[in-house]
């Protein structure tokens, strides 16, 4: 298993155990054990390829009226 994320599933948790621990367990008592513990599959939403966190971080500075930050302008 890489450090660094990835994906995982659980065979790969299958081979872990087994290497680690020296305990077989089949596909489905990994997930019935994982559950019992407490965790659940969580995954992320996938990123594009060509996506760029510049473009979404300048995105995220434009202004709109929903915006709780927008001063209210008062006439005198």
């Given at each position: ?6 994906r ?6 299958v ?14 008592n990994v997930?019935?054990l994982f ?15 060509k ?18 930050y ?7």
């Open positions: 298993m890489k450090e660094s994320g990835g995982l599933n659980a065979q790969m948790l081979n872990y155990i087994a290497q680690k621990f020296k305990l077989n367990y089949c596909v489905s997930y019935r559950h019992q513990l407490g965790f659940s599959w969580i995954t992320s939403r996938s990123r594009h390829p996506q760029s966190i510049e473009i979404q971080e300048n995105f995220k500075k434009i202004r709109n009226g929903n915006d709780t927008d001063p209210v302008e008062c006439k005198p």
